[in-house]
């Protein structure tokens, strides 16, 4: 992982945001080359969703045809759509903070382990996954030496107990290592933080002007429900996708782009008969995991795992995540790239009548003290009339909700590799590269002149030139062929194409593929068929 993050920086795919300023903690830039992976990548999500779909034949596995269409609403919305949605009051964490070492960490996310030394016993602590490049227990243990002023070689004084536990599952913290501390019982109790951003819209400042930057599209998409339907031509089943910025002030940023406080999601509300939807959640489930396959995740890195019911958020009657075991998890942990939920008629409900609760099996609008609903829907009627079999009812909903930049990350983490190649005087060099799907790749191809003269750049950039119109590609000349090569296996350029002495006389170049070495030759004139064959072939 520190050798792509280091790569990543190297070359230009990722910067920490302000980092002149010394950084601003969870905020990530895309540089000029990661742009373009993110960029294809939600390229090819709406391709793949949207523009690309069939809406006149099923897909395999869907139980009909259907349509889907795009939106693009505001980050800022009606405050009031956050008081229907739960966010206002249910889109929090728990923190707890120390008063030793002042930091700060998600009550959920701290772990340790009971132990007894020197007739003391303790839970010792850390944040989950470990820190200072040691895992979990490695880390505690060597905490609780230096708490007991022992040496490793004592290690076997500390009588551990039990597995490691989560903080939750500590109601006392009087005996609590904290991560950061050297005494014990430095924690606060556990506080509720909401993580919504706040912001003053207009001249005022007060409550009146509050606002919230979405702390997720799809609510923009159910606030829209009914202008798409009025407008486009859709009928049910069909989808509505939405991508673009969220924001969601997390209390421990971490672990490079994958907890980020700002970042980019791509969501799809799919609306359904509630008949049908137990079928059509199966079926948005492995689509969207195929998806990931299609785009290179390999299956052995790549889950999907359905949610236990305490799990469930408290909209969803059945959520699926799709996970991947991103190399800075402990072996064996699965990080979520995308969820997949049936929301039931949650949303919809909720944005018509008010915000709705659950009671039992049912779902009815939360009152206050005086018998009023304690947060107001629109109360426009979302409810859809079917015109084929003259029913009215309240769509369910299927939600695929992912993350582009987890997407790029796990993309990124997936395509890192290392191996060697023979040098120019065919000794083995080690080389690093980026076995990106070519859908994916930031830079299609990279037109080298072997050298500098005889006519060859020249020639070289006479290719570059017909393939721009198509394809990123890139022009090269400086130094030699086998670090211009280096350079772009790097950044994951699927072929490189070389204009060598032979062009000159029999107008061929060399195409170079990135995952093979294998080497062609091919008429100049020929590159943007031969580099679209070679880019359709290995996708
Ligand atoms: N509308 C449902 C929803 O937002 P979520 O599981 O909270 O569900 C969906 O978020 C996806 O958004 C996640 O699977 C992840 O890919 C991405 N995501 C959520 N929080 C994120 C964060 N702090 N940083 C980066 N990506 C995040």
């Known amino acids: 992982m520190e050798k792509l993050v280091s790569l990543c920086k190297r070359r230009g795919f990722l910067f920490q945001s302000s980092d002149i300023y010394g950084g601003l903690n969870g905020f990530w830039d895309y540089g000029p080359l990661g742009v373009e992976l993110k960029r294809n990548i939600k390229e090819a999500w709406w391709r793949d969703m949207v523009t690309g779909h069939d809406e006149l034949a099923a897909p395999a596995g869907a139980p009909t045809a259907y349509q889907m269409v795009g939106l693009d609403c505001t980050i800022i919305m009606h405050p009031q759509i956050w008081k229907c949605s739960g966010h206002y009051d249910l889109f929090h964490d728990f923190m707890v903070d120390c008063r030793e070492s002042k930091k700060r960490y998600r009550h959920d996310q701290v772990r340790g382990r009971w132990l007894t030394a020197k007739g003391q016993r303790i839970f010792a602590a850390t944040e989950s996954g470990g820190a200072d490049g040691k895992g979990e227990q490695e880390y505690i243990e060597a905490k609780a030496l230096k708490f007991f002023n022992l040496r490793a070689k004592d290690a076997g004084q500390l009588a551990w107990e039990g597995e490691l536990l989560s903080l939750t599952q500590v109601p006392d913290f009087a005996q609590v290592l904290a991560p950061d501390a050297k005494e014990l019982g430095t924690l606060t109790p556990p506080r509720e933080f909401n993580l919504m951003f706040k912001t003053y819209v207009g001249a005022l400042s007060g409550e009146e002007g509050a606002a919230f930057l979405r702390p997720e599209t799809a609510q923009g998409i159910f606030a829209n429900f009914k202008n798409v339907v009025d407008s486009s031509r859709v009928a049910i089943p069909f989808g509505i996708a939405q991508m673009g910025k969220s924001f969601r002030n997390e209390i421990t940023p971490r672990n490079f782009t994958f907890r980020s406080r700002e970042f980019e999601q791509m969501e799809i509300e799919f609306f359904c008969h509630p008949r049908q939807s137990p079928e059509w959640y199966q079926y948005w489930r492995d689509r969207r995991y195929r998806w990931y396959l299609e785009l290179g995740l390999a299956g052995d890195r790549l889950r999907l795992r359905d949610h236990h019911s305490e799990e469930l958020s408290h909209y969803s009657c059945g959520t699926a995540d799709i996970e991947y075991a991103f190399p800075f998890l402990a072996p064996g942990d699965f990080g979520e790239l995308e969820g997949i939920a049936h929301r039931g008629d949650f949303d919809l409900r909720s944005h018509m009548e008010g915000k709705l609760v659950r009671q039992g ?45 987890r997407a790029a990350l796990a993309f990124l983490c997936e395509a890192y590799q290392e191996d060697e190649v023979p040098d120019e005087h065919g000794k083995p060099r080690a080389r690093t590269f980026l076995r990106l799907h070519p859908r994916l790749a930031p830079v299609k191809a990279a037109v080298f002149p072997l050298v500098k003269k005889d006519g060859m750049p020249e020639a070289a950039q006479k290719i570059y030139r017909a393939l721009k119109p198509h394809f990123n590609v890139f022009y090269d000349e400086k130094g030699a062929v086998g670090r211009r090569y280096a350079r772009q296996d790097e950044v994951g350029t699927p072929f490189c194409i070389t204009v060598d002495g032979q062009t000159l006389t029999d107008g061929t170049v060399t195409i170079r593929d990135r995952d093979t070495l294998r080497q062609w030759r091919v008429k100049a004139d020929d590159c943007v068929d031969e580099i679209r064959k070679g880019l359709a072939a290995s996708g």
């Open 361 to 405: 099996n049912e779902l009815v609008v939360e009152l206050d003290a005086e018998g009023k609903p304690r947060h107001r829907g629109s109360g426009k009627d979302l409810s859809y009339f079917d015109d084929e079999t003259r029913e009215r009812y309240v769509p369910h909903v299927i939600e695929p909700s992912a993350g582009a930049d």
